[in-house]
């Protein structure tokens, strides 16, 4: 019975895509099933924007890497940078830039396609690049590819990232949730709300600054939790769970659903100054 089914499905899309050629031109078939990959279309979008200090900076539904440079600056510089096989193929996907002096939001959204370029089309694919005042305050959602982001002044929540995270530095509330990949935060401080780490596949270095107080509360992890440094101590109590505290105690860090191992280590003063410098 469920060869017949199977069969008669089969039967069914073949005719349907029958139908489909037979009402299009035989050359625009063979070019939207068969791309030639080494055929590769880019666009390219550049923008400016002036920002206040404390700006809300928001990244949603990114297929593609993110790359985020700081300074002490107002003016926020973007770069897009699209991929696609054909200039067609770029319609399947856009991305919107909305912006006004205290908020930067970059989205990327599916195209107007029609029916079968949405089954059978290739997806592009985008590349964000952004130099942006370092006094704001960061959120991403959805990216595809790795994160990179230079020092900022504020707090930070990155979320459901397949590709490596990585943020010199932050201060304030901290979020990281849902990453498929290797996470390095520097944490200069830790707001009120603490920082939270869950749900991610991958090792974890968090870059204490000095004279940094907080508690560590660390379970459900499939590693270990380490540090070399001082003024961080770390308890098991049991298996798969760590607390502990750095400095003198105070906001929480917490992670869960970790697989991979957490790590605390020093800023290395140095190198972020060889880093700041090499940018000028």
Do not use: C, W
């Not at 073949?14 to 050359?27: C, E, F």
């Not at 305050?137 to 990155?158: E, Q, R």
């Not at 961080?232 to 760590?242: E, L, N, P």
């Amino acid at each position: 019975m469920k060869r017949i089914i199977i069969l008669v499905a089969l039967l069914v899309i073949a005719g349907l895509a029958g139908i489909v050629r037979s009402h299009t031109k035989t050359s625009d078939f063979d070019k939207l099933v068969s791309r030639n990959a080494a055929e590769q279309t880019r666009e390219e979008t550049r923008q400016t924007y002036e920002l206040a200090p404390g700006a809300s900076v928001e990244l949603s539904n990114i297929n593609g890497a993110v790359k985020i440079e700081t300074a002490d600056t107002k003016t926020a510089e973007v770069l897009i940078e699209r991929f696609a096989v054909s200039q067609e193929a770029l319609g399947r996907r856009k991305v919107t830039v909305e912006a006004d002096a205290n908020s930067l939001r970059i989205q990327g959204e599916k195209g107007d396609v029609g029916f079968f370029e949405r089954f059978f089309g290739s997806n592009p694919s985008e590349r964000v690049t952004l130099k942006l005042p370092r006094q704001i305050a960061l959120h991403t959602k959805g990216v595809n590819g790795s994160v990179m982001v230079g020092d900022i002044d504020g707090s930070v929540d990155v979320h459901g990232v397949n590709g490596r995270v990585q943020i010199a530095g932050f201060s304030g509330q901290g979020e990281f949730k849902g990453i498929n990949g290797n996470v390095s935060v520097g944490v200069k401080q830790v707001g009120a709300d603490g920082l939270d780490l869950g749900g991610i596949n991958g090792n974890i270095e968090l870059q204490l600054a000095d004279k940094l107080n907080a508690d560590i509360d660390v379970h459900g992890i499939n590693g270990s939790v380490s540090s070399d440094l001082s003024d961080v101590m770390i308890d098991r109590s049991k298996h798969g769970r760590f607390t502990g505290r750095i400095g003198a105690g105070g906001s929480s860090i917490n992670a869960k659903g970790i697989n991979g191992n957490v790590r605390f280590t020093r800023v290395n003063v140095q190198t972020a100054a060889a880093d700041e410098k090499a940018k000028e």
